[in-house]
């Protein structure tokens, strides 16, 4: 059985439509990549997978683990595994990062029925995961996001989304705004996570990020669709000749 | 272990007799409903006061007479009838809850998440014959109480009720009781001059640092709350202390109308911090069978270089209406407020502070934290007042209002009053909605909507919550999260 099964997925933002018919399937331990123009739908994608409000299924349907995940709220998908890293991280003034990282981390173990993570163990639990992100304490003592460089912002997703060790990562353009160092720390922090169970959905639009990060499919999402698929070799053809076949295919 | 035993049943077999005589004692100290001299005369002579107690009382009971209710703040509320209330009487045992069947099961699932147990809830819910049910939480407190007594009386602390203190302690409480707020203050305070019937007294001698906090936690488990509370509290030069009122139990009461005074002097280099957690019964959704609470509290800062600093957080009542005020008279007297405010359903409150800078070089800070929900309406209402000679003062506010949803309201009134021309006053005010963008980050994270709520207000209340005492402070985060329960989605 496939960790995430996606079937004709339609979906509407406003009643504007987004997604049109969208088929993807992950297996566990798989990378999928996926490549698009501007506004094509990825973020929607990622958001319509992670249950945020607003965001209308209007057809299709998507099984998660074999169960129907458009059933369950956002915060069950989470607990459940589904881990979003955000194309834009959000700030939470007056929330330190590692109040947030440990209420997180706790009502997911919580939901597993493991016992609560208290504030000294729960420090040296994460402490031991920043250190591979070059997350400082000063940043865990740091409001949530809250004046982080984007560089920050982005290997502050990492750290959650190894602290909360997902079945099922989507990660949205974390690469975007990174210097070449930080890439290299996000791309090992990620390959870190690979495993047999985890799937990977990763969002990008260069195919360098896939240089490090080294996807066993590669996808391109035009106008709410997959319109090609192929191995890793795509996103360097890709790269090459830019998206004009398949907006002028879909038009 | 067999001599802790043997106390227990001891306190066991008094709880029994107290019971017993509590009931005949109802008899014979009831007064009746209304309001008039006798009655003020009855509680002082219950209250085994001196005459000049009495004359005091008598005479605010006669000013308040000549007084109209006030009508400018915000929250209305149905017309009160004083002569239709008691001031002195134990309350009637019919209207109690016979169990905690009987109460409501609202209040109980609050009282469950704070993890308050069951004894403790008979008692905070007003079930009949809670206190002898719960005669070893009362054993416990009271212990705990007496040695915090005896370690204070070392140090020549005093700490006791106000009733004790009229009686022990009549040259402190001749000087400085109403010195702070005068019975002719405003017509809660006024009433409450007259009719008072509880509270506590604290006296700091000179250069003493009192080695605790002081709460008044104990005090309410071994008696009941009054409904017309007067507290008082007097740093000598130097000394230090800090005091909690209230604990995060929401509290119900047969009293409607609460209407406290409390009265804080500070002399030279001495320093008091005063935090509330204030939680009354807020009444249901629609506000019904909650308490209006009318308080007046003003700290003196009497001395140079002494400092006030209030911090409260208000998530009960039906309706509140209260301004911890400094008069900052010593020179380089600093005074400090700090405000959580969470109204949500029907909840109303008006509250602010006054900052009154008559010394040299006298330095104020508010920091002010609204949050509504649901269709609660909220006010802040400050005035900082410079007066001609002071010099050099200087004043910083900063208010900020969050809101849940699009049916409540916040609203700040600033009222700024500067007659010095060297006096530096700053204002700042904000107003921000929960983000769903914030929400969404939260639950995407695992956290349910209550728990994302609940953790971004306390991040909003942050710089206020800070100021608390450590366990308090871990407390009422927890009941920031209670209060909003229901306010999203
Ligand atoms: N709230 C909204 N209301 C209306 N249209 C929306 C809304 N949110 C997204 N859209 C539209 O949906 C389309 C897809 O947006 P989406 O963010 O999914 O694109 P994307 O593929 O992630 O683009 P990018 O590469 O720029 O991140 C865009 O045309 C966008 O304008
Ligand atoms: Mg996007």
């Known amino acids: 059985m496939a960790l995430l099964e996606i079937k004709n997925l339609h979906a509407t933002v406003d009643d504007k439509p987004i997604l049109n018919g969208l088929d993807l399937t992950i297996g566990g331990g798989e990378v999928h990549a996926i490549m698009g123009p501007n506004g094509s739908g990825k973020s929607t994608l990622s958001y319509v997978l992670s249950g945020r409000e607003g965001y209308v299924v209007t057809e299709g349907e998507v099984l998660f683990d074999g169960k129907n995940l458009l059933e369950m709220e956002a915060d069950e998908r989470a607990r459940e595994g589904v881990f979003l890293a955000f194309q834009y991280p959000v700030e939470i003034p007056g929330v330190t990062s590692i109040t947030f990282l440990r209420t997180a981390v706790n009502a997911v173990r919580k939901h597993h029925g493991e016992s609560p993570f208290d504030a000294m163990d729960f420090v040296k639990y994460i402490r031991e995961k920043a250190s591979g992100l070059n997350v400082s304490d000063d940043m865990l003592k740091r409001a949530v996001n809250t004046g982080f460089s984007g560089g920050e912002k982005k290997r502050m997703e990492i750290l959650q989304m190894s602290a909360l060790d997902p079945k099922l990562a989507i990660l949205d353009e974390t690469d975007s705004g990174l210097d070449i160092d930080a890439l290299k720390i996000v791309a090992d922090g990620v390959n870190a996570m690979r495993s047999d169970e985890r799937g990977l959905l990763v969002i990008t639009h260069y195919q360098r990020l896939l240089d490090y990060i080294v996807p066993d499919h590669v996808h391109v999402l035009a106008k709410g669709r997959i319109v090609k698929s192929g191995g890793k070799d795509l996103a360097v053809e890709l790269e090459k000749t830019g998206y004009a076949e398949f907006l002028e295919d879909a038009a | ?489």
């Not at chain 2, 040695?147 to 005093?158: N, S």
């Not at chain 2, 009444?283 to 600093?309: L, M, P, Q, W």
């Not at chain 2, 969404?440 to 209340?461: H, K, P, S, T, W």
């Open chain 2, 1 to 489: 272990m067999a001599a802790d035993a043997e106390a227990l049943e001891q306190v066991r077999t008094i709880g029994e007799q107290y019971k017993y005589g509590f009931v005949t004692d109802i008899e014979s100290e009831f007064a009746p409903k209304g309001l008039n001299e006798d009655i003020v005369r009855f509680i002082s002579k219950k209250k085994e006061e001196p005459e000049w107690m009495l004359e005091w009382r008598l005479k605010a009971y006669r000013h308040w007479l000549t007084m109209e209710e006030p009508k400018w703040q915000k929250p209305q509320y149905p017309a009160i009838d004083y002569q239709d209330s008691y001031y002195y009487a134990a309350p009637k045992s019919g209207d109690k809850p016979k169990s905690l069947d009987e109460v409501d099961p609202q209040l109980l699932e609050v009282y469950e998440k704070l993890g308050i147990p069951l004894r403790e809830q008979e008692v905070l819910a007003g079930v009949e014959g809670a206190p002898a049910i719960a005669v070893d939480a009362v054993f416990d407190s009271v212990s705990v109480a007496t040695t915090y007594k005896a370690k204070l009386e070392e140090q020549g602390i005093i700490f006791c009720s106000i009733s004790e203190a009229v009686r022990e302690h009549p040259e402190l409480v001749k000087q400085y009781l109403g010195s702070v707020v005068p019975y002719s203050d405003n017509y809660f305070a006024t009433l409450n001059s007259a009719v008072f019937t509880d509270g506590s007294f604290v006296y700091i001698p000179k250069g003493k640092r009192c080695p605790m906090e002081l709460s008044t936690y104990f005090r309410i488990n071994a008696e009941n709350t009054g409904q017309f509370e007067r507290t008082l509290i007097i740093a000598d030069e130097g000394s230090y202390v800090s005091y909690l009122e209230g604990c995060t139990a929401p509290q119900r009461d047969e009293n409607q109308l609460h209407a406290a005074v409390v009265e804080l002097v500070t002399l030279d280099d001495a320093e008091i911090k005063y935090s509330t957690v204030q939680n009354w019964y807020p009444g249901d959704e629609t506000g019904k069978g909650g308490i209006y609470n009318f308080v007046t509290k003003r700290a003196a800062c009497r001395g140079k270089n002494s400092k006030v600093s209030w911090t409260q957080v208000e998530t009960g009542s039906a309706i509140t209406w209260k301004y911890p005020s400094c008069i900052l008279q010593g020179d380089n007297s600093v005074g400090e407020f700090y405000s959580v405010a969470i109204t949500n359903n029907a909840q109303l409150a008006d509250t602010g502070t006054k900052m009154i800078h008559i010394g040299k070089n006298t330095r104020s800070r508010i920091i002010s934290k609204g949050i509504s929900a649901g269709n609660a309406d909220q006010t802040y209402r400050g005035l900082v007042r410079v007066q001609r000679g002071a010099n050099g003062a200087r004043n910083y506010t900063q208010c900020d209002s969050l809101l849940i949803g699009d049916k409540c309201g916040a609203h700040t009134v600033p009222y700024i009053e500067s007659q010095n021309p060297s006096a530096q006053v700053e204002h700042e005010a904000t107003t921000s909605r929960i983000g769903d963008d914030q929400l969404f980050y939260c639950r995407q994270r695992g956290m349910d909507e209550e728990e994302a709520v609940a953790l971004i207000v306390n991040g909003f209340c942050k710089e206020v919550m800070q100021t608390l005492p450590m366990e308090f402070a871990v407390e009422a985060q927890k009941l920031v999260g209670i209060s909003l329960e229901g306010s999203v989605g």
